[in-house]
C-alpha cells in the first residue's frame, strides 16, 4: 500500500506553511488530489499527466487546477511504495521552476539523511 507522508525538518514541515498560505477549500482539493493519486497507485491503476508526472532525478510533482492558478505539490519515494511530499507552490509559469525542483532536492537529501532512508 503506497502512503504519504511530509517532509519534516526539526520544527519546519514545508508543506504545512504552503498550506497555511492558501484557502480551505484548495487545501481540500489538494488533499483530494492525493486521495485520488494514492487510490489510483493502490489499484495499480494509471495515474495520467494532468495529476502526477515526472520531474527530474526521481522529483515529481501532484498537480491540481484550482480557479485562476495551479497548485504544484513536489515528491519522491523511498522504499518503493511510501511518498514524501518537500513541498507545494502555486504555478505561475508553464514549465515547473528549476529552482523549485532544486529545493525538492535539497529537502530530500536532508530529510534522507535524517531518516536514514539513504
Known amino acids: 500500500m503506497y ?19 492558501i484557502t480551505i477549500n484548495e ?3 489538494v488533499f483530494a488530489s492525493f486521495d485520488k493519486f494514492i487510490d489510483l497507485k493502490n489499484n495499480n491503476l494509471p ?34 511504495k511510501k ?5 507545494g507552490f502555486i504555478k505561475k509559469s508553464q514549465k515547473t521552476p528549476n529552482a523549485e525542483i532544486t529545493k525538492a532536492k535539497e529537502l530530500r537529501k536532508l530529510y534522507n539523511k535524517r531518516k536514514s532512508y539513504d
Not at 48 to 69: T, W, Y
Not at 83 to 87: C, G, S
Request: aromatic share 12%; proline share 3%.
Open 83 to 87: 511518498i514524501i511530499i518537500t513541498h
Open 27 to 29: 487545501t481540500a482539493k
Open 47 to 80: 495515474v495520467k499527466e494532468n495529476l502526477s508526472k515526472s520531474l527530474d532525478d526521481g522529483i515529481f510533482e501532484i498537480r491540481v487546477s484550482l480557479p485562476n492558478k495551479i497548485v504544484r505539490s513536489l515528491y519522491y519515494y523511498v522504499s518503493g
Open 3 to 21: 502512503q504519504i507522508e511530509f517532509v519534516e525538518l526539526d520544527d519546519l514541515v514545508p508543506f504545512e506553511k504552503f498550506v497555511n498560505s
